[in-house]
Each structure stands twice: as C-alpha cells, then as structure tokens.
C-alpha cells in the first residue's frame, strides 16, 4: 500500500478572510486576469499570508482560492433557477465582492450618440 499523502492543515475563519482580502486586492486580481500562468502572483499571496502570520504556500492558496471560487460559483448558478430556495455558501458576500462583477454584462465601450449635447445646447438657447 503506498504512504498516504499528507493533508495540510484545515482552514480556519481568520486564515480564510485574509486570504479573501489578499486576494480581492485590486493589484491581485489585476494580476490574476492578465495572465493564465499565475503561480508567481499565488506566490505574492503566500508571501502576504505569512505577513499576517499564517503558514500556507503559493499551492495551497491557489487550491484554496479554487476552491472558494467553485463554492461561489455553485451557489450563483443555484440561485439563478427560477422557483430554487435562496442558496448561499461560505463568506459568500466576501466572494461576491470579487467574483460578483461579471466582466461580459458590462459595456467594454461606450457609444457616444451626442443627444445630450444637443439637449444641453437646446436648453442654453431657451435660457
């Protein structure tokens, strides 16, 4: 029988509400979107984890981070279905703060149509 491999540490609260504001920086999450290859900036996690006084590496991060992520995204897709009972998961309201921002509702441009400019002109010559 081969060794079994070794589990970290579970999770506590406090580790994971740090976790969740590192990785909810702005600076991170820039990071993360701008490349798939994103070990190095797991890394920069860890190396804030430890800062706050928690031992976690750059993997058990990005598998925490995963993890936290595929929870979210479980519980918003339950509460999408029509005639479900609202479902939640844990820190959901952090997560949302982060993932709840879906880049492809929003407009990646604006159309400038000029009719408030003309409205504006209109009430000038009025006055």
């Known amino acids: 029988m081969p060794p079994r491999a070794r589990r970290a540490p579970v999770w506590s609260n406090g580790e994971l509400l740090d976790l969740i504001a590192v990785w909810g920086e702005e600076a991170v999450q820039s990071q993360l979107r701008s490349s798939r290859r994103n070990f190095d900036t ?5 190396r804030a984890m430890i800062e706050r006084g928690h031992d976690r590496d750059a993997m058990q991060c990005r598998i925490k981070v995963k993890e936290l992520r595929s929870a979210y995204r479980k519980a918003r897709e339950a509460n999408k279905r029509s005639g479900a009972p609202p479902t939640t998961c844990r820190f959901y309201q952090e997560l949302d703060a982060i993932l709840g921002v879906d ?6 441009t604006t159309v400038d149509t000029g009719e408030r400019e003309e409205e504006e002109e209109e009430e000038e010559e009025e006055e």
């Open 103 to 108: 880049p492809t509702t929003l407009p990646s």
């Open 42 to 46: 797991f890394g920069q996690i860890s």
